[in-house]
């Protein structure tokens, strides 16, 4: 074969090479990815984009965890000082079936068990973040309201229906109990046992029997309440699986579209040293011809 | 028998032949860097002898001729590859605009879509909270203008490279119509008998660069050349060239090609303009009714979920988006209202139910007639965007590298040789020399004869 001066063709694009993996390498090192954009990896690409959706999901369900659980946490800390008011109320009516206290000490019972009611109504109305906790879905009015010809002077407005929650992709949880499955279940109507107590108290007459039927709303609410501890420590455990989930995400993310730093660091030095030995190699063959020494001598 | 006389013509044709030579020399060397340049060199014939009885006497050199040094097949062969490292070229160039459009992680359609229906999720804690359902109508508005801002490049996209094939067709016709002088000057030349390399080298160089922007078949016939597309569409014949032009057409909006026999635009495979017309005419349009598909399919399941629930006025909840279908719809989606209360997030009627938002959520993991949920047509999306460039990413380094085979090859037989030249420089200098010195010495022998008559 003939040859001709075509190292000038053969230099350019040998650089231009050189430069392209050079830049390829600064690229993957200083984001830390092997594909930057979708044709360095098409179909790593449109994995990380499901992965990424999956990652963004699972941050959005811990932050969903977190508000659930801190309003969870509120009602289950006020029904927990309702339980123990409660418990008050059924000493008291204990207290006041003893056949000794006069109709002064039973007034003074009654009148401490309707203080009770009046906490516990207080409770019943508690609100969260601009939301009433026991109103069912009906939240943005006070449940509870004083009503004379309601069963204990109080009647309801919420409704009986509970809100789900997804925290996990298919997963719900239900986010509240209804005040009517709390305060005023059919049969063990807080208010209506408290108003009955504070009156047999009052009159002296069937103590017993009123303090029972606080005992039945005193079961009814703690057997009930038992839904928000629990609701809590799953909650606890989907956080700690989606916090691994997350984890796994990433990992998965890193493998797929991730930068070996080794590679990416010895990528960096061969485009290097073939930029260089391209120049030098030049520089060395230089333009070197027979007209070269034709002109010396 | 020879004559001093003879021996003196015979140096002087010597002389001359090699002032041929070291012009072709020096023309050589001054051409080494001309783009389309085939090195030269002088043919030199023995002259006829003279014949004297039994006895036949050299009659010196002849120039007979300057030659330029080609191999037509190699032309043939750089001009194919060009045409197909020409396309890739355009492809991947305009591909490269649109990739961006299409980001895998953060930003972009995907991004919007997962936002939207995060934001949805973030509302169910708390459904009646004015700033959530403040942010879940802001996304909803970010991923309708996600859509449309992709779908307005990738329609801006396609108007400027209906732009460039207007362009590109304009070069064409420049090309052709030079080519086509080109044809007729060399058949005059040709007539005539006299060199016409250079001629030949500048019709070569625009043969080369119409490869550049389209396919083209060369047919040599005798110093005339014929050009036709693949397909047979003549472009030059002899000394005519015919022009191309293109018009807007009514179906599709965009500009055809035409030649004399037609619509040519789906039959141009080559060059730059084959790379602009895949891109525009196939490539860009199907990302883009994919792109309406998606933004249809998102609307219409959103819509269809959102009236299944109730705003926070209590009312029957109506669409979410305005109702968009066909072509056009990822370009014009838009949000259907600007109240946040509107949002039906209630199944019940009252204000504080999130029933609905699991209606709504439902959607980001239903599949959509291609069966696929939206994300995952997204990244599919994202996987088509990048291997249509990675394709023709590797087809344009494999172009390169035959491309770059062939131009050696090429320099091989037509490059000029700084070595070559300068030895032939030697050499005709030399043979001058020595030429002038043989007609010193006969000048001096017939000084010795004329001397002679003289004693």
Known sequence: MRLTSTESMILLNALNAADRSQQNALLQMTTGKRVNVASDDPSAAAVEVQTSDQTSGCDQFLRSISSVTSELQTADSALNSCVTTLQRAISLGIEGANGTLSQQDRDALASEVKGISDQVLGIANLSFNGHFLFAGTADSQQPYVLDPNAPGGVAYQGNDFTNQIEVEQGHTVAMNLPGSKLFSAAGANVFQALSDLSDALSSGTAIDTATESVRTAFDQLTSSRVFYGSTVSQLDSDQTFLQSEKLQLQQNSNDNVGVDMNVAATNLVNAENARNSALAAVAQAGNLSLLDYLSKT | ?455
């Open chain 2, 1 to 455: 028998m020879g004559s001093l006389y003879s021996a003196l013509s015979i140096s002087v044709g010597s002389l001359q032949a090699q002032q041929a030579g070291l012009e072709t020399t020096t023309n050589n060397l001054a051409n080494m860097n001309t783009p389309g340049y085939c090195r030269q060199r002088p043919l030199l014939q023995e002259s006829n002898p003279v014949i004297e009885g039994r006895l036949a006497f050299g009659n010196g050199v002849t120039l007979s001729g300057i030659e330029s040094l080609r191999d037509s097949l190699l032309n043939v062969q750089i001009n194919g590859e060009t045409q197909q490292q020409s396309k890739s070229q355009t492809f991947v160039d305009t591909m490269n605009q649109i990739q961006p459009l299409f980001p895998m992680d953060s930003a972009g359609i995907g991004d919007a879509i997962g936002g939207f229906f995060q934001s949805l999720d973030a509302l169910a804690a708390n459904p009646s909270d004015a700033s959530l359902r403040e942010t879940v109508l802001s996304a909803a508005n970010g991923l309708a203008s996600s859509f449309s801002q992709a779908a307005g490049q990738l329609n801006s996209t396609r108007s400027n490279l209906d732009l460039s094939v207007q362009q590109n067709v304009q070069q064409i016709n420049q090309l052709t119509s030079e080519i086509a002088s080109l044809n007729r000057t060399l058949a005059i030349t040709a007539s005539t008998g006299s060199d016409y390399g250079s001629f030949l080298d500048q019709r070569d160089a625009l043969v080369q660069q119409l490869s550049g922007l389209t396919d083209v078949s060369v047919l040599q016939n005798g110093s005339s050349l014929t050009l036709t597309t693949r397909q047979g569409t003549a472009l030059v014949v002899d000394g005519q060239s015919f022009g191309l032009t293109t018009s807007l057409d009514s179906n599709d909006g965009t500009q055809h090609v035409y030649a004399q026999a037609g619509d040519i635009t789906a039959q141009i495979s080559g060059g730059k303009l084959g790379g602009v017309l895949e891109a525009r005419d196939q490539t860009v349009p199907s990302i883009l009714s994919q792109l309406d598909d998606l933004a249809s399919a998102l609307v219409t399941n959103l819509n269809a979920a959102h009236q299944q629930g109730y705003d926070l006025n209590g009312q029957q909840g109506g669409d979410l988006f305005n109702p968009v279908t066909g072509p056009g719809a990822a370009g014009s989606m838009s949000v259907a209202f600007s109240d946040p209360n509107l949002l039906a997030a209630s199944s019940d009627g009252t204000t504080g139910s999130n029933g609905n938002i699991a209606n709504l959520t439902a959607v980001a993991t239903q599949t959509l007639p291609n069966g696929m949920t939206p994300i995952q047509t997204y990244g599919n999306l994202v996987f088509q965007v990048g291997s249509s460039i990675s394709n023709a990413n590797a087809e344009l380094t494999a172009s390169n590298n035959v491309l770059q085979q062939l131009q050696q090859q090429q320099s091989s037989v037509s490059g000029v040789s700084l070595d070559e030249e300068a030895s032939n420089l030697l050499l005709y200098e030399r043979a001058y020399q020595a030429a002038a010195r043989a007609i010193s010495t006969v000048d001096q022998m017939l000084q010795t004869a004329i001397n002679m008559g003289a004693q």
